[in-house]
Nanobody, 124 residues
Framework: QVQLVESGGGLVQPGGSLRLSCAAS????????IGWFRQAPGKEREGVSC????????YYADSVKGRFTISRDNAKNTVYLQMNSLKPEDTAVYYC?????????????????WGQGTQVTVSS
């Protein structure tokens, strides 16, 4: 059974950092792309970043380029999202997802398997 569990969210001041984790079970992370998405109140879910399995290619939304970094630890079956220089507009529930394919993109409609989400709040 495919399962994704996010952790690492919390309350942080503007300019601060958080590292989100996405622990996968029921499948081997090595072979599949993982995406990170977020949804703020009253807004649609949007793609933040994704990492492909085949060549490790990474993709970022323009709004987070240069501030967020996605990485994977296949030995731990976990994908991370390091978030630096956080802004209040980064406040959202963050989700990881997979479609069990090697390549990923930032379109949430392309993903079938989702975690339960972790809240990130950036506020002073």
């Amino acid at each position: 059974q495919v399962q994704l569990v996010e952790s690492g969210g919390g309350l942080v001041q503007p300019g601060g950092s958080l590292r989100l984790s996405c622990a996968a079970s029921g499948f081997t992370l090595d072979y599949y792309a993982i995406g990170w998405f977020r949804q703020a109140p009253g807004k649609e879910r949007e793609g933040v970043s994704c990492i492909s399995s085949s060549d490790g290619s990474t993709y970022y939304a323009d709004s987070v380029k240069g501030r967020f970094t996605i990485s994977r630890d296949n030995a731990k079956n976990t994908v991370y999202l390091q978030m630096n220089s956080l802004k209040p507009e980064d406040t959202a529930v963050y989700y990881c997802a997979t479609d069990l394919v090697p390549f990923g993109d930032l379109d949430p409609d392309e993903y079938d398997y989702w975690g339960q989400g972790t809240q990130v709040t950036v506020s002073s």
